[in-house]
């Protein structure tokens, strides 16, 4: 009607609040993109860069391989200084991964919190990310260690190339100029202004202990830039300190092996399926009479001890004889008994 005022439709609320301060969808949206395209471009710079220090690693290798063998005159130093220009390119890898490993952290907040976030909606992004991301943007900071940079990339790809350059060092000792007939001969060629038995050693410990920070560094877990198990692996510290307590000795073991397994199957089918088990698998069955307490129904239970390879075929053999039956699939710290684990004497 004329003179009647039309209600006026409510302001569309903004999505995103942080510090008094509010953006549209629309202006969010449009911001965040074009931010995480730019920090896509430094994270992939910085990549390359990681890529051409290892091809560096790579191509200097093959080349101290090919003249160190094209002549029995050339000498055996180079391979020497091949690791030593290895060594130097990972420790420039390292401090590289850190930088990469920072615009990583950031992509990553960003995927986590905001793209993944908008798959479910409704869409409230967690306010702690933006301080976390707007405190990477006002005050960056490396968020993994130099050491953990350098045992991941150590291990990713230069663990092999030094070992390499080891192991080839050693066979040029040993083939020229003639095939050393004696362990003495072999260490009087490894000798470099000092004794050859000082050079063999301390190339041997560096490798020792490049391996050793390798392998105790490998479960930090704080690089974002890497694909890493979610699931709980035990660390190398860990299984250390199970292997040394003495009383935790069996708990040592429950880590380092598979476990065997307990199968129940509650089936109508007892006989035919225990049958199909003893010729197929082959183990032993043992068969409990039982009863339904909901329907009352007389029910087999086939006890089943199994390896870990064996359970999935043990399913086969069920279902394909008894579609309705139920299977129990138990983790058990040790069996005893033929197939299995021999009695101590101590138990008998």
Not at 22 to 39: C, I
Not at 130 to 149: R, V
Not at 220 to 249: C, F, K, N, W
Not at 331 to 343: M, N, T
Request: without cysteine; hydrophobic residues 45%; aromatic residues 12%.
């Amino acid at each position: 009607m004329i003179g009647m005022r039309q209600p006026t439709p409510p302001e569309q609320e903004p999505v995103w609040h942080y510090n008094g301060y509010a953006l549209e969808g629309a202006q969010f949206l449009n911001a965040m993109v074009h931010f995480y395209r730019g920090e896509m471009e430094r994270a992939n710079v910085w990549r390359t860069r990681l890529d051409t220090t290892t091809n560096w690693a790579v191509v200097t290798t093959a080349t101290m391989l090919s003249f160190v063998f094209s002549d029995v005159a050339h000498p055996h130093f180079l391979l020497l200084l091949s690791m030593v220009l290895v060594l130097l390119f990972l420790i420039i890898e390292a401090r590289r991964y850190r930088y990469y490993e920072l615009w990583s952290y950031r992509l990553r907040l960003m995927e986590m919190e905001f793209f993944a976030a908008m798959l479910v909606p409704p869409f409230r992004p967690d306010p702690r990310w933006a301080t976390s991301l707007a405190s990477s943007l006002q005050t960056p900071h490396f968020t993994i260690t130099f050491w953990e940079a350098f045992g991941r990339r150590f291990r990713r790809q230069y663990q092999y190339i030094l070992l390499i350059l080891w192991l080839v060092w050693l066979l040029k000792l040993y083939l020229h100029p003639y095939p050393a007939p004696t362990w003495a001969l072999f260490v009087e060629r490894a000798t470099l202004g000092i004794p050859g038995a000082w050079v063999l050693a301390g190339t041997s410990l560096l490798l020792w202990l490049l391996f050793t920070l390798g392998w105790w560094t490998s479960d930090a877990q704080r690089a974002s830039g890497e694909i890493l198990q979610r699931a709980h692996v035990p660390s190398p510290r860990e299984m250390l300190h199970y292997l040394v307590d003495i009383t935790s000795r069996q708990r040592a073991l429950h880590v380092l092996r598979l476990d065997d397994r307990l199968v129940y199957v509650i089936t109508t089918h007892g006989d035919e399926i225990a049958d199909a088990i003893l010729r197929e698998l082959p183990r032993g069955v043992t068969r409990i009479e039982g009863r339904g307490m909901y329907t009352g129904q007389r029910r087999d239970v086939l006890l089943v001890a199994v390896s870990p390879r064996q359970v999935e075929k043990l399913k086969r053999l069920v279902y394909a004889r008894d579609p309705h039956a139920f299977v129990i699939v138990q983790d058990v710290s040790e069996v005893v008994g033929l197939g299995f684990r021999k009695p101590s004497r101590a138990m008998t």
